[in-house]
Structures are given as structure tokens and as C-alpha cells.
């Protein structure tokens, strides 16, 4: 897989390259060319690790981006594609929130249901089919939840949602190919036993 | 194909990531952020650059001991009869700041100094044998220069003067030992070092006794500090490394530093002098060209050989008196310090010694050429035709008492009151 899956446009690994190149040099540019390839994937990758925090994921993606710029010298692309290593700044940068808000002891974002996509439903049918759905999907995700692991659940996320490589998932999380195939694997048996056991 | 159970899987994470669109405002702010951040260097680059750093400097900074040793100074003196260029950077403290100099010098007789203070160049010297051009600021502000050319009788005498040079630090060095310092301490170890190889290290304490200069800096230390002057050596080739100099003040003080180079190329264009525009040039700087080839008159001492170099008259009657004071050859080297002379002339009327300017150049290599200024005593109106100078070479405490009398004739008087300086 390229990154073409996270950004939804064909950008090539050596794109990824000769961007984190041109943010090196602080090219003229670069900054957008950031924002406008990888902002909308951020915000949905931190909006739902953050349980569909919208504001507070926008804050995460200005900070990733900011993060990116200051480490950009320590980006080495022979270990892993700018994607891979872009959403693991996020990544930590999630799981400091999250320790932010524990000391806080507020109530966690993840513990709120956001509806906000369903408005962008078309029509009442849609709009409909779509709740039906979504409380379905909700349900599945409550049980999967329970079945699997955190670590489990987001190998499954990147893998299924944006749609990234073993290596790559590797890159995000910190953990070898091999542990990220193994986990992956394992987070599959679990979640087919779970949703089969369901029908 | 896809099951059923990975179908419901995807959906389900899908709506735990469902799709979003950020706010019409994040894109300016992203990017206003990624404009005010600074890329930072690589941390684990760091580290390494950190870890290498510090296991290179640890090991220069481990020298391993290889015991006693005496003599280092002299040998160092010695072995730079042997060689070609010196190129030395040194700084000191003084009352108006931070003084640093950059030096180089050629046993061909060029000499360059560059003098700044707290980073501003604010003097330059240039010798190519016997001749010096200098220019120098005369403000704090770094606006009046002069500029002036004058003959310099030890370099004339001693054209590898390299040595000489290094030999009058010496000399003071140890005068200053001698008048200065008082409970002395030193100590001579030998050194291994991971990059410089074999080092004498001659480390010397003592308290001070009399201020004084000493390498242009203990004038700072009052009486009773405690001062440490370090030297270190190359074993191997007995060639001077640097000189450090501490002064005791809440703690030891580095003060003044000098390290040296030897038998370096000179680059070319140090040997061009220039300037600053607008310079003012001062005249004479030649006293010494047409004395230091005469000899007026001569004579012994049990340690000394005493030359009248020149008798110069002004237009007031005093007297300036030119004189080369030369240890003899058989005894320990010693320039001597200032010389005490007393003086009438055949009216019958005494001089008085200036002290307070001797005009004087040191060589540690036993001479010294002086001049000193005798005033005759502005009452007296009669005219004398010869003058008798008694001349004490040594007044200090080694040889007080060894002086020699020497009766010249007295040539015309010279318009003008300071006649070296017209």
C-alpha cells in the first residue's frame, strides 16, 4: 500500500519524501502542501481516537503538523513512510491528551456518542438508513470493545480505516512488522470469533 | 472475497473513525504554527555528538601521570635557538577590558602583532628587521589613530628574535619571581596526554608581594593575593604549548592565557601594514638607528659591560643618556633592571635622574639598551664643557654595588625639551 489510502489522492512514497525534503529546507509552500494532503486524514484519525472530540482533534492536528516541522531532521524515510511516521506523532500526541484529561479527572471524550456525521446525510431516508447503520455499527464496535484490546483495536483501525501497511502500523505504533502482523492477526481471530458468536 | 463477519468489522471501525471535516479556520492556524517552530537537530544525533564529545574530552582531559621532572623552562628556552616561526594568541584582563593579541614572529627578523580589545582591533605592530611601524587608537572611541615608524636597537643587535622575545618573558618571569612573589611553590610533573603526547607541566604558586607586571597582568592582583602561573612544555620537542595565569578570588581565576605554535607558515599578507584612514603620523621613533652603532665611551664592571651609546643635550641643559648595560659572557644571564646614575658636569653643577620614564627595552638574553634623562639644575647658568657619569648597571640586590665612572665631553645644546621623543 502507498499513501495514497491515508490521503486519498495518489501521492506516491516519494512524494512523502520530497515533501519531508522540501520542510527541511522550509520550502515556500510546503506547509500547505502539508495541510492540504494530510489534514482531512488527521483530523478524522485524531477526531476518532478522541471519540469524536472535533475541536480538540483540530487543536492535535496543528500541533502534528507544528510537531512535524520541529522534528522533520529526525524523519528518516528508509524506516518508514511519512504517513506512517506523520500519524505517529498524532498517535502521541493523543495518548498525552488522554493522560491530560485522566489527571483532570474529566469525563473522557470517548465516553460521549457523536451523531455530528449523520447530519450530512442527504435526505430522510438516507438520514434513516444511516442511523440504523451507525447504531448497528456502535453496537458491533460496544462488543468489539469488550473483545479486544485498545492495542488490538487500533491495529484493526489503521488497517481496515486508513488503510495501512503492516510496516506502516508498525511506524505508528512504535512496534516491529512482525509484532504488528502478529497482533493483526490475532486482533482478526478475535474480532471474527466475537462478530460470528454475534449472528 | 470478503466475509460477512470482516464486513461488519469494517463498518463498525468506520464508525468509530467516521469521516470528518475540520473547520474553515485550522489551515491558517496549522500553518501560522509550523511557521513559528524551530526545526530541532535530531536528538539522537545529539546524543552521539554529546556521547563523542564527551569521551574525546574526558580522554584529553585524563593525563596520566609519569612522575617528576626539573629544567623545562630552560630547556624550553634552549631548543628555540632551533626554530624558524612562533605563532602565539594570548588574552588577559585589564582595567579597560578583555585584551587580546595575536602574534607571529620569523627568524628572519619579521615581527607582527595585532592587539584587540574586547574584539575592536586597536593596534597593530609590523617589523621587518630592525624597523617597526605601528599604529595605534588613542580613544576608547576608535577614533584618532596615529601612526609612527621607529627603530628598535634589539632587533637590530638580535635579529632571531624570536628567542629574545620569549627570553625577555622569561626574564621577567623570573625577576618577578624573584621581586614580586614571595612563598613560592612550585612544582615540574610529566604528563602522558591521549593527544598531545608527553607534557611537562611547571605550576608555580605563590602570594604576591610587591604588584607588579608579570606577563602584563598581576598589576591587577593586590598585595597578599595568591597567584598560580602554569606552563606547559612538549617533552618530546621542549617547545612552550601555553602559559596560564590565575589569580586567587573566591576561588582560582583564569586571568590570562597564551598558547604558541612554532615553525608555522606566516601567511603572506600579514607581512602588509596599513593604517587606519586618517591617521595622524607622528614623528621620530629613530633615536636608536644613529646611537646604536657609536660608542662614546666604555667600561667594566666584575659583572657588566657599560657603554655610553649617546650623550644628547636639550635646549634647557639636561641630559639624555644612551646606554648599553651587557652581562658578561661568563656570567649567569641577567639584563639587569633600570640603571641608577648620578652625574656633574666640569661647572661643577649636579644632575638629578628622572625615574618615572626610563625609556627602556629588556632583552632576557643579558643586555639592555636605555635611555634615561638626567636635569641639570635650572639655577645654575654656567656653561659645561664635559660631564662625569657614574653608573650603576645593577642597583638592585644582586650587584649594588659594582658601577663604573665615565667622564665625555658635552656637544651642543638641541632645540627642544624631550629630545627622544621629537
Known sequence: MTEAGVCGSHTGHDDGVALAAALRRRDPGADSELCTRYGRSLHRYLSGSLGGAHELAEDLVVQTFAEAVRCIGSYRPQRATFAGWLFGIARRLVRLERRRQERRKSVPASAQVSLEGLAESSSPHDLATSITESVAAKAQLARLRASLSERELEVLVLHYVYEFSVQEIGSVIGRSGRAVESLLHRAKTKARERLTQDD | ?422
Open chain 2, 1 to 422: 472475497m470478503t466475509e460477512r463477519w470482516e464486513e461488519q468489522l469494517e463498518q463498525a471501525l468506520h464508525a468509530a473513525h467516521p469521516e470528518t471535516t475540520p473547520s474553515a479556520g485550522w489551515e491558517p492556524r496549522a500553518r501560522a504554527a509550523m511557521t513559528q517552530v524551530r526545526p530541532a537537530r535530531p536528538r539522537r544525533l545529539i546524543a552521539v555528538t554529546a556521547l563523542t564529545l564527551m569521551g574525546l574530552v574526558g580522554l584529553s582531559f585524563v593525563p596520566i601521570p609519569l612522575g617528576r621532572v626539573s629544567g623545562s623552562l630552560d630547556r624550553a628556552l634552549a631548543a628555540m635557538e632551533q626554530l624558524t616561526t612562533r605563532h602565539v594568541v594570548s588574552w588577559h584582563i585589564t582595567p579597560e577590558g578583555t585584551e587580546e593579541r595575536e602574534s607571529w614572529y620569523s627568524a628572519d627578523g619579521f615581527f607582527r602583532e595585532e592587539t584587540r580589545l574586547d574584539g575592536i582591533l586597536t593596534e597593530v605592530r609590523v617589523a621587518d628587521g630592525p624597523r617597526v611601524k605601528q599604529w595605534a587608537y588613542l580613544d576608547g572611541d576608535h577614533t584618532r589613530a596615529t601612526v609612527w615608524e621607529s627603530f628598535s636597537p634589539m632587533r637590530w643587535r638580535d635579529p632571531t628574535f624570536i628567542s629574545s622575545d620569549l627570553g625577555a618573558e622569561y626574564e621577567k618571569y623570573r625577576r618577578a619571581c624573584e621581586y614580586m612573589l614571595t612563598n613560592m611553590v612550585t612544582e615540574e610533573r610529566r604528563q602522558y596526554r591521549a593527544w598531545s603526547g608527553a607534557v611537562d607541566v611547571v605550576a608555580l604558586e605563590a602570594t604576591v608581594k610587591e604588584p607588579g607586571t608579570l606577563w602584563g597582568v598581576f598589576s591587577l592582583a593586590p598585595r597578599g593575593d595568591r597567584v598560580r602561573l602554569v606552563a606547559e612544555v612538549e617533552a618530546a620537542s621542549n617547545r612552550l604549548l601555553s602559559l596560564k595565569e590565575y589569580c586567587f578570588r573566591d576561588g582560582w581565576q583564569l586571568v590570562s592565557e597564551e598558547y604558541d605554535e612554532w615553525d608555522v607558515q606566516i601567511p603572506e599578507e600579514l607581512h602588509e601594514f596599513s593604517a587606519p584612514e586618517g591617521a595622524e603620523l607622528l614623528p621620530g621613533g629613530d633615536w636608536w638607528e644613529s646611537r646604536v652603532t657609536q660608542i662614546v665611551a666604555q667600561d667594566e664592571t666584575p659583572d657588566w659591560r657599560v657603554v655610553i651609546q649617546g650623550v644628547d643635550v636639550n635646549e634647557n641643559g639636561d641630559v639624555f643618556l644612551s646606554l648599553l648595560l651587557e652581562r658578561k659572557p661568563d656570567r649567569a644571564p641577567h639584563s639587569g633592571g633600570p640603571p641608577l646614575v648620578e652625574a656633574y658636569d666640569s661647572a661643577g653643577v649636579t644632575y638629578e635622574q628622572e625615574r618615572s620614564r626610563w625609556g627602556a627595552e629588556v632583552s632576557g638574553k643579558g643586555f639592555g639598551y636605555w635611555v634615561t634623562r638626567l636635569y641639570r639644575d635650572p639655577q645654575a647658568t654656567a656653561r659645561a664643557s664635559a660631564i662625569t657619569f657614574t653608573i650603576f648597571p645593577y642597583p638592585g640586590e644582586e650587584g649594588a654595588g659594582e658601577s663604573v665612572t665615565l667622564t665625555v665631553p658635552l656637544p651642543e645644546r638641541q632645540e627642544g625639551d624631550d629630545l627622544p621623543a621629537r
